[in-house]
């Protein structure tokens, strides 16, 4: 099936979802940030088709999402790692984690739990807070022209 590129739209969303909006893309970021870093232990994993996997991986490189690296010279294997801009999907992935384990599951049955490391707590729920600091709704935000208008 031959997705339709959302590249003639002037939107920051419609954007970053030509880059990340399908679901294997999405999975092999997330196996990324639980420290998957080869091919074979994203298939493991996956399950997905290899020519599948090897297509979103190479998708990933491409865009910065990954670094892609040669284990050792004259090998054709490599390690995938992720770089700054696919480290700053972090609150994206937590904020999809969350919203699943709300509304798919329900509080109390979330499948995993992304805790701090150092006190062993669950993370705060992801919001979208004001430059003064308290949270914003739909309801308390308006969209205006930005500087690439």
Known sequence: MTRTSLTKFKCSVAQTLEIIGD???MLI???AFVGVTTFSGFQRNLGVARNVL???LAHLV???ILDRTPTRPGIERHTYSLTEKGRALFPVMIAMMQWGDTWIYGAGH???CVVDKD???PVRPVTVLSEKGHPLSPDTTAYAPGQGY
């Open 23 to 25: 679901k294997w893309t």
């Open 29 to 31: 970021i997330r196996d």
């Open 54 to 56: 090897a297509d979103r």
């Open 62 to 64: 491409a865009h910065d």
């Open 110 to 112: 979330e499948p995993v």
């Open 119 to 121: 006190s062993g707590m």
